[in-house]
């Protein structure tokens, strides 16, 4: 009976067991997403063989990652790549600029006052569903350069989701923080400094996050336009010129590039966000 | 130095047709003394509080302190709320100098906060998070910042009301002490009436529709005060009897004997028309720095 009842509580101290925080760490951070990575390229492997292996395909063939993979190192150690991602780079970064300078402030109205969020409901929603692109033939129109169109078209791309979710923001902060403020006889100004900026950091990070990827995509079809320099020309020229082994290095490193700006912001969202410090 | 307060004739109504929730309230406050309110909930001693405070402005009459008509907030009337409002994105030591910053005392503001927190026994905290700390730390930690800005007066709506027992008790103890040490004038707001004998010179009974003063109670019993003191036991009963007749009605007959039990240093003698004149129009509330 003794024993039963012993091996019983053996087994449940085994099944119960937790992994120690090295092992969680190695397969949480290294293991899982390594094996995410082998996925993909197993897949993609498989694509390009079947691609290669159809005769009405195999022109395409160059899309295979033994065709792909050495051509995105020669792009890196040959200096082009930087030729070609420092414009994208550029007109992004002045883009999502420009976005946060108008979404912004806008943001922080629109969370504070209810009127205006009447007000500017239905336009602004009516805005938002637009395709940034469609915004295309009047960015030629309105703009002298060809990066200014394309800059204007990342800028209505980032837009939205930093201006609602700093207006969201504004409207969660805990009315007890305005209460405490007034009670100091705090300033408009000194309100809006030390409490609500630093109160809606976070969601407009998070919003920041949002616009970058939604304005990285946006870029590769909008740098079609015109300009000769840059990560979506270099792709259509890739295309042109029959270059697949080019084209698909292109977007494999557009997807790199795409993915360390991601992660640049998750870690300002970590190191400025207060959210996770609960 | 703690300030006077003066309570001039106050009457308010939430809006321009509804009923008195305050009507015609006198009373002073002499510097440095301790003021508990209680009464049912709804009696408005809330609404009494934020006019008090200048977070709100009554319909008629008005509020002195030292003899300066409120009209809006002030750090040196500064209040302390049921929750305790502290920025999640400040650490403790940043919390404590919000206060001064948004005044803009910002001269030897590392060691006034250092100070404050030494005050409150928090000297070990500052680096950290507010969420980090327990329910009385944080209150501790809003004490400080209310101290911080050296106010004349201390305004409490049930601050220790979400603590456990232990703790409420601590804390009642400790912002007495403080608030007597530095001769602060305290105004308290509670249900509970052990915390008002804990921490009141005096204890003024609020009735209901509309909120009005009932009686008020001196408690002369020596700092640090305690529930089992017979002498505390006697008073919990007076103020019980109190409590349960301002619960029965409104009685005007109590409301006219009020300046004959009030507190000899308050010297209560002027009738509420007559006190009205000593305010200035005022506007009838004060708006939010943001509209929400």
Same mark, same amino acid.
């Given at each position: 009976m ?6 019983g ?12 925080p090295?092992?969680?760490?190695l397969?949480?951070k ?12 197993v897949?993609?492997w498989?694509?390009?063989?079947l691609i290669a292996?159809n005769p009405a ?10 065709q792909a ?9 040959s200096?082009?790549l &930087?030729?070609t991602?420092?414009?994208s780079l550029?007109r992004i970064?002045?883009?999502l ?16 006052s209810?009127?205006l969020?009447?007000?500017t409901g239905?336009?602004?929603? $009516?805005?938002?569903?637009v ?5 295309m033939?009047?960015a030629?129109?309105a703009?002298?350069?060809?990066? +200014?169109?394309i800059i204007f078209?990342?800028?209505?791309a980032?837009?939205?989701?930093i201006?609602f979710?700093?207006?969201?923001a504004?409207?969660?902060i805990?009315?007890m923080y305005?209460?405490?403020?007034r009670?100091?006889? %705090?300033s408009p ?8 900026? *630093? ?8 919003g920041?996050?949002l616009?970058l990827?939604?304005?990285w ?10 300009v000769?320099s840059?990560?979506?020309?270099a792709?259509?020229?890739?295309r042109?010129?029959l270059?697949y082994?080019?084209?698909a290095?292109?977007?494999l490193?557009?997807? /790199?590039i795409?993915?360390l700006?991601?992660s @640049? =912001?998750?870690v ?10 609960a | 130095?703690g300030?006077?307060?003066q309570?001039?004739? @106050?009457?308010h109504r939430f809006s321009?047709?509804g009923p ?5 309230l ?5 510097p440095g003394?301790?003021t %508990?309110? /209680?009464?049912?909930?709804g ?8 006019m008090?405070? +200048? ?13 300066r008509q ?8 500064n209040m302390?709320?049921q ?6 994105? $400040?650490?403790?030591?940043?919390n404590?100098?919000?206060?001064l910053?948004?005044? +803009? ?7 006034r906060?250092?100070e &404050?927190?030494a005050?409150?026994?928090? #000297?070990?905290?500052?680096?950290? !998070?507010p969420?980090d700390?327990s329910g009385?730390q944080?209150? !501790?930690?809003?004490l400080?910042? #209310? ?8 305004l409490l709506d ?8 232990f ?10 002490h403080i ?11 509670t249900h ?6 804990? &921490?009141g ?8 529709? *509309? ?6 109670m001196?408690i002369?019993?020596a ?8 002498a505390f036991?006697?008073l919990?009963?007076e103020? &019980?009897?109190?409590?349960?007749h301002?619960v029965e ?15 000899p240093t308050?010297? =209560? ?5 007559e006190?009205l004149?000593e305010?200035?129009?005022? !506007? ?7 509209n929400r």
């Amino acid at each position: 009976m003794s024993n039963g009842i012993s091996s019983g509580a053996v087994a449940i101290r085994i099944s119960t067991m937790p992994w120690s925080p090295l092992r969680q760490q190695l397969f949480g951070k290294v293991a899982y997403p390594l094996m995410g990575l082998a996925i993909l390229l197993v897949c993609w492997w498989f694509g390009g063989y079947l691609i290669a292996s159809n005769p009405a395909t195999q022109s395409f063939a160059g899309f295979a990652p033994a065709q792909a993979l050495p051509e995105a190192w020669r792009l890196i150690v040959s200096g082009t790549l &930087m030729g070609t991602v420092l414009p994208s780079l550029y007109r992004i970064g002045m883009g999502l600029l420009w976005a946060s300078l108008v979404a912004v402030p806008i943001g922080i109205l629109v969370g504070a006052s209810p009127v205006l969020r009447q007000i500017t409901g239905f336009p602004f929603q $009516l805005l938002r569903m637009v395709s940034p692109l469609a915004w295309m033939p009047i960015a030629v129109l309105a703009f002298a350069t060809w990066d +200014g169109a394309i800059i204007f078209l990342i800028f209505m791309a980032a837009l939205w989701p930093i201006l609602f979710s700093t207006a969201f923001a504004v409207q969660r902060i805990d009315p007890m923080y305005f209460k405490v403020a007034r009670n100091f006889g %705090a300033s408009p100004l000194a309100c809006l400094r030390r409490l609500v900026l *630093p109160a809606v950091a976070p969601d407009i990070l998070a919003g920041f996050r949002l616009a970058l990827g939604i304005a990285w995509v946006v870029l590769v079809p909008a740098e079609y336009l015109g300009v000769t320099s840059g990560l979506g020309y270099a792709i259509n020229d890739a295309r042109d010129i029959l270059a697949y082994d080019l084209l698909a290095a292109l977007v494999l490193i557009i997807g /790199i590039i795409g993915y360390l700006l991601d992660s @640049i =912001i998750v870690v300002l969202i970590r190191y400025l966000g207060w959210q996770n410090s609960a | 130095m703690g300030a006077s307060i003066q309570i001039n004739g @106050i009457t308010h109504r939430f809006s321009e047709k509804g009923p008195n929730v305050l009507e015609n309230l006198v009373f002073d406050i002499a510097p440095g003394r301790s003021t %508990a309110l /209680i009464g049912e909930s709804g009696c408005g001693k809330s609404t009494l509080l934020h006019m008090l405070a +200048g977070l709100m402005l009554p319909t008629e009459g008005c509020v002195r302190i030292n003899g300066r008509q409120v009209t809006k907030p002030h750090p040196e009337w500064n209040m302390m709320f049921q929750r305790p409002g502290l920025y999640p994105w $400040l650490n403790v030591r940043q919390n404590v100098a919000l206060g001064l910053q948004f005044t +803009g005392k910002t001269a030897a503001l590392s060691h006034r906060v250092e100070e &404050m927190l030494a005050l409150v026994g928090l #000297s070990d905290k500052g680096s950290s !998070r507010p969420q980090d700390l327990s329910g009385g730390q944080q209150q !501790r930690v809003a004490l400080a910042r #209310s101290l911080a800005v050296e106010p004349e007066v201390i305004l409490l709506d049930e601050p220790f009301s979400a603590l456990d027992a232990f703790t409420r008790r601590n804390l009642q103890i400790e912002v007495r002490h403080i608030a007597r040490e530095k001769n602060i004038t305290l105004v308290l707001v509670t249900h509970d009436i052990d915390e008002a004998l804990t &921490m009141g010179d005096s204890v003024v009974v609020m009735g209901r529709n *509309p909120g009005s003063f009932q009686s008020v109670m001196e408690i002369e019993l020596a700092y640090p005060r305690s529930p089992i003191d017979p002498a505390f036991a006697l008073l919990r009963d007076e103020l &019980m009897t109190r409590f349960k007749h301002s619960v029965e009605g409104y009685t005007p007959a109590r409301q006219a004997c009020l300046a004959s039990v009030s507190d000899p240093t308050n010297n =209560i003698k002027t009738p509420a028309h007559e006190r009205l004149q000593e305010c200035k129009e005022t !506007r009838r509330s004060a708006p939010l720095p943001i509209n929400r």
